[in-house]
DNA sequence: AACGTATTCAACCAATCAGTTGACAACAAC
DNA sequence: GTTGTTGTCAACTGATTGGTTGAATACGTT
């Protein structure tokens, strides 16, 4: 069980709740300090900090320190991580779907010469 | 709110649970029953029932009929989905670090215009 | 009609989660 | 040192989740 999985586990998680992904959005804009994200949303300032936490914990995001402020910046490998999981498997099941599209079509071209055959022969 | 936004957050939940994730990697080498995926796992087989209800709902997989059977297979669309909304983002922010990066190096650029012109008067 | 197989549904339990409010910590400015 | 700003921690609540077991459904076989 790679060490990627408790990671995964949680950068999927995290990506679940709309206003965690609504955070993500506005950081892929610029950085902005816990305040200036909570600042559009009905909910209070401390759901925002722990989703911020969440984000964080899951490696999407990282914080820095300027004083008392913590500015919160996305962390781009932990996305490249789920891209990677993601694509590995939609491509291999992209993959078989060609074969399998492949075999049809060379069976239904069987079907065809022997039709053709049936035609020849009669 | 787009109308993506609930099989986003369904997706993204369902990806959060390794024995999900493993049912997918699974399912992107064959399709598989509910029997079938069931038999490694120590849990049991009503709770892989679920879990297969799960990917279902968010989109992630499609089941047929055949007589008794109800093979389930992967829907590539939805990982599509996926990838498009964390590459979106992933990008917009690499794209910020590259102009971030190009803006200090153009201010130590300068920094070492003004070195060398100090340099060149004295 | 009765039986076996494959699967789902229903009710329940413990754990986790998203939200709340109130108290606390770190730092800057006065 | 007191005050203001920025943020976290702690305790609580209601909803959801992942698991369980037992009963029910759907279909093929005899």
Not at 15 to 28: C, E, F, I, K, N
Not at 75 to 81: K, P, Q
């Amino acid at each position: 069980m790679g060490d990627s999985t408790q990671l995964l586990d949680r950068a999927f998680a995290a990506l679940a709740d709309p206003t965690r992904r609504d955070l993500v959005a506005r950081l892929s804009v610029s950085d902005a300090t816990v305040g200036e994200l909570a600042e559009p949303y009905e909910m209070s300032f401390q759901a925002v900090s722990k989703h911020v936490k969440v984000l964080e914990e899951a490696g999407l995001v990282t914080r820095s320190r300027d004083a008392q402020r913590r500015p919160v910046h996305l962390n781009r490998e932990a996305f490249d991580l789920m891209t990677q999981w993601i694509e590995r498997y939609r491509r291999e099941a992209e993959e078989r779907y060609r074969r399998l599209d492949a075999l049809l079509a060379r069976t239904a071209q069987d079907d065809e010469d022997r039709r053709t055959e049936k035609e020849q022969a009669s």
